[in-house]
């Protein structure tokens, strides 16, 4: 049973942590569907 199935996601990512696409992965492999990716800098 796939935790995120066929739910649409917007990943925000950060520069000195986590980045958006290593996240985007995780929800792919859950089974979401990643609709918006982005890294950013909050400071």
Do not use: S, Y
């Not at 995120?4 to 492999?29: F, M, N």
């Amino acid at each position: 049973m796939k935790v995120l199935a066929d739910r649409p996601t917007v990943v925000l990512g950060e520069r000195d942590g986590i980045a958006g696409p290593a996240i985007a992965a995780c929800v792919k492999a859950a089974g979401g569907e990643v609709v918006f990716t982005a890294t950013e800098c909050f400071v």
